[in-house]
Structures are given as structure tokens and as C-alpha cells.
């Protein structure tokens, strides 16, 4: 079976370069969700040496201050499974106490109905430059 992160990306990418790259999932329920993806095919973040182990969480952490100081959320949920599709990627997930499933995680049961959007194309953008600004600066730092 083909892993659905080697196939090309069906979701709109806010940063890459020849490591890993940032897809804005744009759930309607948890906007700014977004997701980190190595583009090698590696199935564990120990298969990777620490250099690149380092790299994809100084990525990751990138993600998660972009969407912070955005969106301002109540919470950051941080998760790599790779149960359904062992490729390495995390999700990075804004949270808020009136989302659908707080506090349960966001695949868990259902609390509330929720009255979000996904977002619009300027704040993508906006969300784009901001996490393209922090990977820039999380890479060339030490």
C-alpha cells in the first residue's frame, strides 16, 4: 500500500525545504491545524540522526509559537502517531476550552458543537509568514 505522505500533497503548504515541510490541514473545527511532515519516507524519529531529530522538532516548535502567537490558543496538543501511516510527521493543534472535543483529545469523543471556520486565505497567509519567519530562525540558531 503506498503511504499517503510520499503521494503529492493535497493540502496547502505553508513552508518547506528538502527536509520537511508544513501543511496547513485547515479543519473547520480546529483551525491552524497544521501538520509537519519529513519528506523521506523514515517511520520512527530514532531512525534519523540526532542532527535531523533535532531539526524536525526545532521545525515543529516553530509551528507551535507561529500558531501561538496568532491564534492564541488555550492549548497545544503535540502528536506523532504514525499508527495508520508510519511516515514521520506531527501534528501540531491549537486548542481552546470550547472546542468540539476539549478536553478530550481533538480524535476523541465529542463534547460541544463548535462554531469555527476554517480559515481564510489572508490569515493563512498571515500564519505562512509567521511560521516561515520562527523556522528561519529556530534553523539557524544553534
Not at 501543511?23 to 480546529?30: I, P, Q, R, W
Not at 516548535?61 to 492564541?72: C, D, K, Q, S
Not at 480524535?107 to 469555527?116: H, L, Y
Request: glycine share 2%.
Amino acid at each position: 500500500m503506498a503511504c499517503a505522505l510520499c503521494q503529492p500533497c493535497l493540502h496547502p503548504i505553508l513552508w518547506q525545504d528538502d527536509f520537511c515541510r508544513v501543511v496547513l490541514l485547515n479543519d473547520a473545527d480546529y483551525p491552524a491545524y497544521c501538520r509537519v511532515e519529513l519528506l523521506a519516507h523514515v517511520k520512527e524519529m530514532t531512525d534519523l540522526i540526532p542532527e535531523q531529530r533535532a531539526r524536525m522538532m526545532k521545525t515543529v516548535f516553530a509551528v507551535e509559537l507561529g500558531i501561538r502567537e496568532i491564534f492564541n490558543p488555550d492549548k497545544i496538543n503535540l502528536a506523532s502517531l504514525g499508527n495508520k501511516t508510519p511516515h514521520i510527521h506531527w501534528h501540531v493543534i491549537p486548542r481552546y476550552e470550547n472546542d468540539r472535543h476539549f478536553p478530550n483529545s481533538h480524535w476523541g469523543e465529542v463534547m460541544r458543537n463548535s462554531t469555527t471556520a476554517a480559515l481564510d486565505p489572508d490569515t493563512a497567509e498571515r500564519l505562512a509568514q509567521k511560521i516561515s519567519a520562527h523556522i528561519t530562525c529556530a534553523l539557524n540558531t544553534k
